[in-house]
């Protein structure tokens, strides 16, 4: 009888820290990323999102011919939204 006893305090806790982190919903979630800059200006960058590496030509394309090749795996971040923190 003590074990269903300790086993229902403990759900009843766990209960209880699920309900807490669903009231703070409003956080700023995280994303990350995982690929290869192809191209970099002073406000963006063109990220190339594949697990393959690109080849040595496609970082002298241009953007057109980058957003051409890769249209499915890209990525423009703007530079001036990254927080670096």
Do not use: W
């Amino acid at each position: 009888m003590p074990k269903i006893g300790v086993s229902l305090i403990v759900l009843i806790i766990f209960l209880a820290g699920c309900n807490k982190n669903e009231q703070h919903g409003e956080e700023t979630k995280m994303q990350s990323l995982v690929g290869y800059v192809v191209l970099k200006d002073n406000e963006r960058a063109i990220l190339i999102t594949d697990t393959k590496a690109p080849v040595k030509e496609d970082y002298d394309l241009s953007e057109g011919q980058l957003m051409n090749k890769f249209k499915n795996n890209i990525v423009i971040v703007g530079l001036s939204e990254i927080d670096n923190t």
